[in-house]
Structures are given as C-alpha cells and as structure tokens.
C-alpha cells in the first residue's frame, strides 16, 4: 500500500506509465480516506497495489522501511519511455546490471515512491 497525495493523479500514472488497471475504488468518508486498487488482472487472481489517499495529507515521509517496488516487464527500455511520458521520474536508465545482466530500470512516482522494473527473460535466467 502506498499513501499519495492526489490519488485521480495516481491512478493516472499508474495506468499510463505502469499500465495496471483501476480494480476498484472506495471512498470512506466517515474515516476520511479513499482507496484505489491497481493491478493486471483480477484482484482475487493477482498481485494488486492499494494507492491510499488521505483526506487534506499531500506529502508522506518516506522513513526507512520502505524500498521499492519490483515489477516484471518483457522490455525495461520501453516501459522507461513510458514512464517519461508520463512524468515520471527516471532514477536508473534501462540497461543490464553489472555481473549479472539483468536488465532493469528504476523510476519514482509523483509522490516519489520508487519502483523497479525487471526484464522477465533475464530475471528467469537468475533463477536457473
């Protein structure tokens, strides 16, 4: 679950940049937040990411426990354009890892989470 600041702003992003679909969206005015469920598929099917929207909170401290995201993808120099495109932020250019070769690319968020993505050929080819 991640806490955004704007979340019609959040789910546009992810929508374009990371290409999830919006599952479902619940408001809760009683305890003065909304949220969004993302993913690829159906919710009871596969992994989702809830996008938390606290009534009048537009910034989150980061802290310390918290990394990133890892999400598969079949071209990292591909979904690297789309993020651009979208205003995301580039935080590694798509490319190979040194020793291991695996491709990935890594981005932040408009509310500057981070995630990763991972070429799901290479990544296959660790687990060997």
Not at 5 to 30: C, H, T, V
Not at 46 to 58: F, H, I, K, Q, R
Not at 66 to 76: H, R
């Amino acid at each position: 679950m991640l806490r955004v600041g704007d979340l019609d702003r959040s789910i546009k992003f992810y929508e374009k940049a990371f290409g999830m679909e919006l599952l479902r969206k619940r408001d809760n005015p009683d305890y003065k937040y909304t949220i969004a469920m993302m993913g690829y598929g159906p919710e009871d099917k596969s992994a989702v990411l809830e996008l938390t929207y606290n009534y009048g909170v537009m910034e989150y401290d980061k802290g310390n426990g918290y990394a990133q995201i890892a999400i598969g993808t079949d071209d990292v120099y591909k979904t690297a354009e789309a993020i651009r495109l979208c205003g995301g932020k580039i935080t590694r250019e798509p490319g190979p890892l040194p020793v291991i070769n695996t491709k990935i690319t890594a981005c932040l968020d408009p509310d500057g989470w981070k995630s990763v993505f991972v070429d799901n050929a290479d990544f296959l080819k660790e687990l060997e």
